[in-house]
């Protein structure tokens, strides 16, 4: 378990932060100088040997194994249910694209969903005429678990939601989310961003099918890379809706057989960037050694110690319920009467605040990792209050 000089020492491993205070973790994190070293260093050799080199490549097959099994390590699952992905919303299209939609099938999600959880189903809706319904997220389990259950009717197919919504920071239950899929034999599918590498996350326990998340937000990984749970038992039911090289065992043609990897690497295909997926190996094992309790601990103390300052900032609004120890690091505030836009550019530009607009452009995201501490939620603060100025 991290200590306080866990935080203070990962704090000055980030280059990013002698340049701005970095309060995006959920959008992108700023990245450890030993992650972005090594993936430098495999650029250098890839320039040297091409990146398929067999001796390379045989370096990187390696790589990509262990780093499914550290990803599995961290959210309870096994290494043979992880799929290495480029992002959320690619997990999202594939899995809507297996489950063999019909025109009338009714997909749930949330209305608190970031787009790369909502526009895959919207592009099956126009184009299958599916029944898509949202529920309404404000911080309230109970009436949010009667709400989904009053939505589910006997051709729902899937339900589609967020651990910890991207706006305001809700922690849903996803838990008792899933309990009501499983008996009645509808695929849950969840979006990980805001809660991977921020919070202690068992698939078992929460027991959806499919979670899915980037390696840039909490884990403070490469841009462009991601991964993917698949749960065993309904990996034969998930089959690809698409193939390529890397996601099968064996393959010929002619005659035309193949078989699929009998792992979610059946989902993995096409040219990937190796470099990316092995240097987030070492973001992943710094997450390892704080400790996830240790970090959803300190980003909740954050968020707590932010919603008593800027609640003596004039004119406050905020827009994160309180939601006590199981609460994220997300804390999502506006002023009276101003546009979350300029707000969040007067944060960046004025005061080297990164942070976003947020709430449908009504307030300010930020998002407080362990690496921050109390002086960036007073800068931040003091930057709202001078917007006027």
């Not at 704090?11 to 932060?17: K, N, S």
């Not at 899937?158 to 922690?171: K, N, P």
Request: net charge negative; aromatic share 8%.
């Amino acid at each position: 378990m991290a200590d306080i000089s866990d935080f203070v020492e990962l704090r000055g491993t980030l280059p990013a932060l002698r340049h701005y205070r970095c309060l995006n973790s959920g959008g992108v994190a700023p990245t450890p100088q030993a992650t972005l070293d090594l993936q430098q260093a495999l650029y250098d050799r890839e320039a040297v040997m091409t990146t398929t080199n067999p001796e390379l490549y045989q370096v990187y097959t390696a790589e990509l194994q262990a780093l499914r099994g550290e990803i599995a390590a961290l959210i309870g699952a096994d290494a043979d249910e992880i799929a290495l992905i480029r992002a959320v919303s690619e997990s999202i299209s594939w899995v809507a694209a297996a489950l063999d939609l019909q025109q009338g099938d009714r997909v749930i999600l949330t209305n608190a969903e970031h787009p790369s959880g909502y526009l895959p189903w919207l592009t099956l809706r126009d184009r299958l005429g599916l029944d898509l319904v949202a529920i309404e997220v404000d911080g309230d389990d109970d009436a949010f678990l009667r709400d989904l259950e009053a939505a589910l009717t006997a051709n729902t197919r899937a339900i589609c939601l967020s651990h910890v919504t991207t706006e305001r920071g809700i922690v849903l239950p996803v838990d008792e989310v899933s309990a009501l899929a499983r008996e009645r034999g509808i695929v849950t599918v969840v979006d990980a961003a805001q809660s991977f590498a921020a919070r202690p996350t068992d698939v078992r326990q929460l027991d959806c099918d499919v979670m899915a998340f980037p390696a840039f937000k909490w884990s403070m990984g490469p841009y462009g890379v991601g991964a993917m749970y698949v749960r065993r038992e309904i990996q034969q039911r998930l089959n690809p809706s698409g193939s390529g090289g890397g996601a099968v065992s064996e393959a010929e043609f002619p005659p035309g057989s193949f078989r699929l990897h009998p792992t979610a690497e059946r989902y993995e295909f096409g040219a990937r960037p190796y470099a990316l997926y092995a240097a987030w190996r070492s973001s992943i094992q710094l997450v390892h050694d704080l400790g996830l309790e240790a970090i959803q601990q300190r980003c909740a103390a954050l968020a707590a110690d932010a919603r008593r300052i800027f609640g003596d900032v004039p004119g406050a609004q905020i827009k994160t319920p309180e939601q006590d120890a199981a609460r994220s690091g997300i804390f999502t505030v506006g002023l009276a009467g101003v546009s979350g836009m300029p707000l969040a550019e007067h944060c960046i530009k004025t005061h080297r605040i990164l942070c976003r607009a947020a709430d449908g452009y009504t307030a300010v995201r930020f998002s407080f990792h362990a690496f921050n501490d109390a002086s960036d939620i007073e800068a931040a603060a003091s930057a709202m209050k001078d917007y006027f100025s």
